[in-house]
């Protein structure tokens, strides 16, 4: 029972590290889509745009990580690998989906998610975070 619960726990940090690793690429694409410094928009001008954006891709990665860990196999080894893959491309599509809002809407969405108020394309980029998530979370299931 006890060598259960430590393969437990070691399975636990490094399904941790990964999630940890994930939410840093996340914030890195994030902040490479935003003019400025993202947490200079976030924590200093206090930018909703900027957070939101960031909220999304957070709870979009979440989602899938959280689908690919429970969907896993009791092998670590595989399990660790395809939410590595998993997370990885839902970060891409994510990504992909910024630019194709970027490329199919009048001005540039970036310099329009570092204005002060909210603005209409955050939403419309965060909402399809989360659907990209739901959608690779249910073919993960």
Do not use: C
């Not at 941790?16 to 939410?23: D, L, N, P, S, T």
């Not at 930018?47 to 957070?58: H, K, R, T």
């Not at 989906?97 to 329009?112: A, H, N, Y």
């Amino acid at each position: 029972m006890l060598q259960q619960l430590l393969i437990g726990l070691a399975a636990a940090v490094a399904y941790g590290v990964i999630g940890v690793g994930m939410m840093i690429l996340g914030y890195i694409l994030v902040d490479l889509a935003t003019p400025g410094k993202l947490s200079d928009l976030i924590w200093v001008h206090r930018n909703p745009n900027a957070a939101l954006l960031l909220v999304s891709g957070l709870a979009g990665v979440g989602i899938i990580l959280t689908t690919a860990i429970a969907a896993s196999s009791d092998d670590l080894v595989a399990g660790l690998i395809g939410t590595l893959a998993y997370g990885l491309l839902g970060l891409i599509m994510m990504s992909l989906s910024f630019l194709l809002i970027d490329v199919f809407t009048p001005g540039k969405l970036g310099d329009e998610l570092s204005t002060e108020r909210f603005h209409p394309g955050t939403w419309v980029s965060a909402g399809a975070h989360v659907v990209i998530a739901v959608i690779i979370a249910a073919a993960i299931w």
